[in-house]
């Protein structure tokens, strides 16, 4: 299935996927290869849209330096990565070997290998070994949702003022409205959507792209 943004109708996210810049070949062929080597695990996947709009808000913002929790096999990556300004890096998080594996063999074909590092590791212990410092112009939160709220207090204090903070899957498939769903990953997303909507240093919007993006930007 193709990946697209859930809360609006099949044909107006085909008509705004029709009125957007379109995916290139290089993602095309990573959604392709990823939706074949793992079928079962393509949702993990941002909606090609929500790709678009990544790159664009790391080139509205004018990021230079970037940091990605939550990498797969690269797809957000690619798109972070080619909106930062010359010689800008992203830094990414991931545990697993096996799909960082594939998102280097795109890195390698889109020409982004020297902008990119990979850290393989439990994303909080990266987190929290980085200098306490405003070293990030840009942050995309994308991995376990059970530590939601604990990526949205390491990372804040390290994004630069002015700098944005995004983070995906924030409806967590519209469960967030179910008060009743104890699921713990559904009630990790609530909290740091709590969290990051009483935050003052930040203000923000959830848009409705994917599964929810928060987009926030810090003071
Ligand atoms: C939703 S996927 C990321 C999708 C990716 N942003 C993309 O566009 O394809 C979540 C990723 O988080 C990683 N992950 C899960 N738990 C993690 C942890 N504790 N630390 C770092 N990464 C983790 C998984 O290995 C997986 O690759």
């Not at 969290?195 to 919007?205: G, S």
Request: some cysteine.
């Amino acid at each position: 299935m193709t990946r697209r943004s859930e809360q609006i109708s099949l044909h107006l996210n085909a008509y705004l996927t029709a009125h957007s810049t379109p995916p290139d070949a290089i993602l095309r062929e990573l959604a392709t290869e990823t939706a074949e080597r793992y079928p079962n695990d393509v949702s993990l996947q941002i909606a090609p849209e929500e790709g678009t709009f990544l790159t664009l808000m790391a080139r509205i913002s004018r990021a230079r330096s970037a940091i990605e929790v939550g990498t797969f096999t690269g797809y957000s990556s690619i798109c972070i990565a080619r909106g930062l300004g010359g010689g800008g890096r992203l830094l990414c998080c991931d545990v697993s070997e096996e799909w960082t594996s594939v998102a280097r063999k795109y890195w390698e074909k889109a020409g982004l290998v020297d902008r990119i590092e990979l850290r393989l590791g439990p994303a909080l212990d990266t987190l929290r070994a980085l200098p306490d410092e405003e070293l990030f112009d840009l942050a995309f939160i994308d991995a376990d949702k059970i530590s939601y709220p604990r990526y949205w207090t390491e990372i804040v204090p390290r994004v630069r003022p002015g700098g944005v903070i995004m983070v995906d899957n924030t409806f967590s498939h519209g469960r967030v409205l179910d008060a009743g769903n104890d699921n713990p990953s559904v009630i990790a997303v609530r909290a740091m959507n709590d969290q990051a909507a009483a935050d003052e240093r930040v203000e923000l919007i959830m848009v409705p792209l994917g599964d929810g993006l928060t987009v926030a930007a810090k003071h």
